[in-house]
């Protein structure tokens, strides 16, 4: 039933709660799962921040897109301002430069920011080409975004890309550390096993440099997401979204990770309740 949907969809979000995460991107965003999300955030029961992009396969991005970017609903629990775009093995043969134009122009034209995962046999130069043609004679209010699926592949493609587009590297939860220029900001995969062990990969991805890898996790999503007049530091104006540990995870061998316990998790400075987990 769609209730039990969106029971279920609450019962994911209280389990990232649980893991420590107060936001989670919602990469690939389709009709159904959408209003279910709707449905929580009009509730009040969305229990952590969820910023969905849709998905471009389909006709999701007609329908969900139609009416604008919704940059904020249920006080910015809930947005919907990007294009998620994912070729497919297909996607290799030089026509898709001219298709990837097309769905990134059309997310420019609406107003949504585009993201492109790069990966496969997709050229990271005709991914970078497309934008700049795009934003060569549209411009855009927001920041596009591309992402790498592996250090390697963002490490050998060029970086000079339009001001309006962000370089990121999505980590995976089984990556070992890696070393990660100032030019490209860090996503981390939902998949990873709790924020405790992001924050370990990240001290470990920047050399033990504790600044850098608590803005990877934290403002630089935000920025990227152009959401860090609200979010990604705790300070005067914004949300108090954080989270309270049983101890320091920066310093500590990987094997003592999974013992690291989530004592609290906090958003828009309220505690989130996780008594129905237990």
Request: overall charge negative; some cysteine; hydrophobic content about 45%.
């Amino acid at each position: 039933s769609e209730q039990g949907k969106t029971l279920s969809a609450r019962s994911v979000l209280l389990k990232y709660a649980a893991a420590g995460f107060t936001t989670i991107h919602e990469m690939g965003a389709t009709t159904e799962s959408w209003d279910g999300l709707v449905d929580l955030a009009d509730q009040d029961r969305l229990p952590i921040r969820v910023f969905a992009w849709i998905s471009a396969a389909g006709d999701h991005f007609d329908t969900l897109g139609a009416a604008g970017p919704i940059t904020s609903r249920a006080a910015d629990m809930l947005t919907l301002r990007g294009l998620f775009i994912t070729p497919d093995f297909k996607d290799c043969a030089p026509a898709y430069s001219a298709k990837l134009r097309n769905k990134i122009a059309r997310a420019n034209m609406r107003g949504f920011q585009a993201g492109v995962l790069v990966q496969g046999c997709v050229p990271p130069k005709s991914v970078y080409d497309a934008f700049n043609d795009v934003l060569a004679y549209a411009s855009f209010d927001g920041r596009h975004r591309v992402i790498y699926a592996d250090t390697s592949s963002a490490l050998a493609a060029p970086l000079s890309i339009d001001a309006n587009v962000r370089a990121a590297v999505h980590v995976p939860a089984k990556t070992s550390p890696i070393d990660v220029p100032d030019e490209l900001s860090v996503m981390a995969a939902t998949q990873a096993k709790s924020a405790p062990w992001l924050f370990w990969q990240m001290a470990r991805a920047y050399g033990d440099n504790r600044a850098k890898a608590l803005s990877a996790l934290t403002q630089a999503p935000m920025e990227a997401s152009f959401m860090e007049d609200r979010l990604g530091a705790l300070e005067p104006g914004k949300w108090a979204d954080f989270i309270i540990l049983d101890r320091d995870v920066m310093t500590m061998q990987q094997r003592a990770i999974a013992d690291v316990q989530v004592l609290e998790t906090w958003v828009a400075g309220e505690k989130v309740e996780l008594s129905s987990l237990q």
